[in-house]
């Protein structure tokens, strides 16, 4: 039986949509062994498969082919997921942020402080 990356990738649940799985195969984020897969390439028992998805980088392999989504419960029968488990924690760590805390105090005053501030003024004149 002769499967796609691309179907097989989906019907694993690596992917949400089998276009998700071409255009990673497309973009050069799939390979089998060395080297980069197109979205046309068969897949056989046997095959080691690495995705790279965002910072994450998965490793299956194939168990036996299937163009055939299957549930959750039942990939393992499909695909062994051999991805170390120092990827893996790549997904817990923590997410940068671009946003700098400020100190209250520091930098422009709220509405409250201005409103006080210009109270003050207005006493004073």
Same mark, same amino acid.
Request: aromatic share 8%; with cysteine; proline share 5%.
């Given at each position: 039986?002769?499967?796609?990356?691309?179907?097989?990738?989906? !019907?694993?649940? !690596?992917?949400?949509?089998? =276009? %998700?799985?071409?255009?990673?195969?497309?973009?050069?984020?799939?390979?089998?062994?060395? $080297? $980069? @897969?197109?979205? &046309?390439? !068969?897949?056989?028992?046997?095959?080691?498969? =690495?995705?790279?998805?965002?910072?994450?980088?998965?490793?299956?392999?194939?168990?036996?082919? =299937?163009?055939?989504?299957?549930? !959750? @419960?039942?990939?393992?029968?499909?695909?062994? $997921?051999?991805?170390?488990? %120092?990827?893996?924690?790549?997904?817990?760590?923590?997410?940068? &942020?671009?946003?700098?805390?400020?100190?209250?105090?520091?930098?422009?005053? =709220?509405?409250?402080?201005?409103?006080?501030? %210009?109270?003050?003024?207005?006493?004073?004149?």
């Amino acid at each position: 039986m002769e499967v796609r990356i691309d179907k097989y990738l989906w !019907a694993i649940r !690596a992917f949400k949509t089998r =276009t %998700e799985a071409a255009d990673a195969c497309k973009g050069g984020k799939v390979k089998v062994g060395e $080297n $980069n @897969a197109k979205p &046309s390439r !068969a897949v056989e028992a046997g095959d080691v498969l =690495t995705v790279r998805k965002g910072v994450v980088t998965y490793t299956y392999k194939v168990i036996q082919p =299937t163009e055939h989504r299957v549930g !959750a @419960a039942l990939v393992p029968q499909f695909a062994e $997921n051999l991805t170390p488990q %120092e990827e893996l924690d790549k997904l817990k760590a923590p997410v940068e &942020s671009f946003f700098v805390t400020r100190d209250r105090g520091t930098g422009r005053p =709220t509405k409250k402080e201005r409103r006080e501030i %210009e109270r003050l003024w207005d006493a004073l004149d």
